[in-house]
């Protein structure tokens, strides 16, 4: 016998089971048709959607699309089925319509799966952009993602701390988000590039492993694959550990997280491990995809005597590839995109299995050919020939290899290949400066300690510091830490701070280094990095509920912004017009 009572229902769980129950739905009009009498509906809630359909079209009265309704109705079984929806073997046949929240403006952008609208006017109007089952799913992934990563870090042992917003500035690499204050005008806090810091202080307090998803600020341009402004680091620390004990537990998280979330062949651990000096020297790269087998060759000595001007006291890096039957244009192609770098183009040769021809085979003298046969080539092979100073000839090699893997279609994107560069140097010289920089992170333990920083030249010396690299980003950077007073005054002063600025710029964690402090290391992952990639994005602000646009604006909120005149008399500041 049925029942008048009506039942709440999500839009997602009706199935025919429920086939005669009197039910109540609550959620948004995505679709209308009316069929001359009757009408048929789409409702979406946050689970899903179910068609609802009127015997009387009158009852939809002026009800359009994306608005909120309340319907009562019975659960019939469907005619005409869909196999595409969750709940397409019914739909509720409805008694009465509730309008709960009118849509009275004409939509800036229809919402579907994927709706082809220009990025900005998504973004200013995000509430309507999230609606999109897509984007709605993404925060749905997000959020189980989140969830995981804290039980995982918990079952590791791991104390989950939350570390300030608002701390002081330091020289970490990025430009600083500086905060303003009326308690102290003329002074500023710095929004945190990361929790170095505070993460190296906790275990100096003593605490054993630590752990946050952190929100990290850096005053930078993004990038496809870098947050603008706001990013996420899943940050870590333990102490007493070695650079083992680190990579065991991430190798031991990052493999567990990949294969719960995607479908793709995630290479086992324990990870290859690169040095960062033969990383440049085989892939030009320090977060080298592995994906792709190309390697690259420096050749500068086979040329050392080249009567050919373009590769005269030139680096040369070189690629082998098997490119049979590629058209001259593939070739020039790629001599575009070097150009679009600011090379100079790319000098290629083939390789027939016993003489060479190509744009360069004029130039080789029988000495050059016997050296660059030496190289194992086939018949079918090119060689392609990057000629730039040093730094630009090991940028553009690299760009060289990714466009070769990709038109030769030598990677394969389902794998997911993990590994670990090591051994970054500590010191580089700066570029704009000519002086000696830190090269990496300089919380870092040079590898020898304080005796490396006497005796060796700066340049020689290599860090305990590491990046995790997967299909060619950076996933994590992470270091054994320097937790020694006389050493961290040492690796600043070879690049120019005195103790009393060391001392000043890093207060705390030099005192704290004073009190006994635990040998320690860690790292961070990036976390919107790591989501880009789990949900097959290109573009790292597609993951964030409410992002920045590339330029750094907040559409919808219309920041950043003026501040009226008061608010800055009260902050002692002026806004000084250029």
């Known amino acids: 016998m049925k029942t008048n009572y009506y039942h709440t229902?999500?839009?997602?769980?009706?199935?025919?089971?429920?086939?005669?129950?009197?039910?109540?739905?609550?959620?948004?009009?995505?679709?209308?048709?009316?069929?001359?009498?009757?009408?048929?509906?789409?409702?979406?809630?946050?689970?899903?959607?179910?068609?609802?359909?009127?015997?009387?079209?009158?009852?939809?009265?002026?009800?359009?699309?994306?608005?909120?309704?309340?319907?009562?109705?019975?659960?019939?079984?469907?005619?005409?089925?869909?196999?595409?929806?969750?709940?397409?073997?019914?739909?509720?046949?409805?008694?009465?319509?509730?309008?709960?929240?009118?849509?009275?403006?004409?939509?800036?952008?229809?919402?579907?799966?994927?709706?082809n609208t220009k990025e900005d006017l998504r973004y200013k109007y995000r509430y309507l952009d999230l609606r999109n089952p897509l984007n709605h799913k993404n925060l749905v992934v997000r959020s189980e993602i989140l969830k995981y990563i804290r039980d995982k870090f918990y079952e590791m042992g791991f104390l989950e701390v939350q570390t300030p917003i608002l701390t002081s500035s330091s020289p970490e690499g990025a430009r600083d988000y500086i905060v303003p204050t009326i308690f102290s005008?003329?002074?500023?806090?710095?929004?945190?590039?990361?929790?170095?810091?505070?993460?190296?202080?906790?275990?100096?307090?003593?605490?054993?492993?630590?752990?946050?998803?952190?929100?990290?600020?850096?005053?930078?341009?993004?990038?496809?694959?870098?947050m603008t402004g706001e990013f996420y680091q899943i940050d870590f620390e333990m102490s007493f550990v070695t650079q083992e004990d680190v990579f065991e537990v991430c190798e031991n998280f990052v493999t567990g997280l990949y294969k719960k979330f995607t479908k793709l062949d995630v290479c086992d651990a324990p990870f290859v491990r690169i040095p960062y000096k033969e990383a440049i020297e085989k892939y030009c790269s320090d977060k080298p995809d592995l994906r792709n087998p190309l390697i690259v060759n420096d050749v500068t000595s086979v040329f050392e005597n080249t009567e050919f001007n373009a590769f005269k006291g030139k680096t040369i890096k070189m690629i082998v590839a098997s490119c049979e039957d590629k058209p001259r244009r593939f070739y020039d192609d790629l001599g575009k995109l070097i150009v679009s770098y600011e090379g100079k183009g790319v000098a290629w040769l083939k390789y027939d299995g016993v003489e060479f021809s190509g744009s360069i085979a004029?130039?080789?003298?029988?000495?050059?050919?016997?050296?660059?046969?030496?190289?194992?080539?086939?018949?079918?092979?090119?060689?392609?020939?990057?000629?730039?100073?040093?730094?630009?000839?090991?940028?553009?090699?690299?760009?060289?290899?990714?466009?070769?893997?990709?038109?030769?279609?030598?990677?394969?994107?389902?794998?997911?290949?993990?590994?670990?560069?090591?051994?970054?140097?500590?010191?580089?010289?700066?570029?704009?400066?000519?002086?000696?920089?830190?090269?990496?992170?300089?919380?870092?333990?040079?590898?020898g300690g304080l005796d490396?920083?006497?005796?060796?030249?700066?340049?020689?010396?290599?860090?305990?510091?590491?990046?995790?690299?997967?299909?060619?980003?950076?996933m994590l950077s992470g270091a054994v830490r320097n937790h020694q007073q006389e050493t961290m005054i040492k690796a600043f002063e070879l690049v120019g701070y005195s103790q009393e600025v060391v001392e000043s710029k890093f207060s705390a964690l030099f005192n704290a280094f004073s009190y006994g402090a635990p040998p320690h290391a860690g790292g961070a992952f990036g976390f919107d990095r790591m989501l880009m990639q789990i949900l097959g994005y290109d573009v790292i602000r597609e993951i964030a509920a409410f992002p920045l646009n590339k330029n750094g604006r907040d559409?919808?909120?219309?920041?950043?912004?003026?501040?009226?005149?008061?608010?800055?008399?009260?902050?002692?500041?002026?806004?000084?017009?250029?």
């Open 555 to 578: 559409l919808l909120m219309n920041a950043p912004s003026r501040i009226d005149e008061k608010t800055l008399q009260e902050l002692g500041l002026k806004v000084i017009e250029k």
């Open 452 to 474: 490396a920083l006497l005796n060796k030249d700066p340049l020689d010396i290599v860090a305990y510091q590491y990046d995790l690299v997967c299909n060619g980003y950076e």
């Open 362 to 447: 004029k130039f080789l003298t029988d000495e050059q050919k016997n050296s660059l046969k030496s190289f194992n080539l086939n018949a079918g092979d090119s060689l392609f020939f990057i000629a730039d100073e040093k730094a630009m000839a090991i940028k553009l090699a690299n760009v060289l290899r990714n466009a070769l893997g990709e038109q030769l279609g030598l990677i394969d994107a389902n794998a997911v290949k993990f590994c670990w560069v090591v051994d970054f140097p500590f010191y580089e010289i700066n570029e704009e400066t000519g002086k000696l920089d830190f090269s990496h992170n300089p919380f870092s333990m040079p590898q």
């Open 185 to 226: 005008k003329g002074e500023f806090y710095a929004l945190p590039q990361a929790p170095q810091q505070f993460k190296q202080l906790l275990m100096v307090s003593g605490y054993d492993k630590y752990f946050q998803i952190a929100p990290c600020f850096r005053n930078e341009a993004g990038r496809a694959d870098r």
């Open 9 to 115: 229902h999500n839009c997602n769980e009706l199935s025919l089971n429920d086939v005669g129950k009197q039910v109540v739905l609550s959620g948004w009009v995505e679709a209308i048709r009316k069929l001359g009498g009757i009408a048929f509906c789409t409702i979406r809630d946050h689970f899903g959607l179910t068609q609802i359909v009127f015997d009387d079209e009158a009852m939809l009265g002026d009800i359009c699309k994306e608005t909120v309704v309340r319907v009562e109705g019975e659960v019939v079984e469907r005619s005409s089925k869909n196999k595409n929806m969750q709940t397409g073997d019914i739909e509720v046949k409805v008694h009465k319509i509730e309008t709960l929240g009118k849509c009275m403006n004409v939509l800036p952008f229809e919402i579907g799966e994927a709706p």
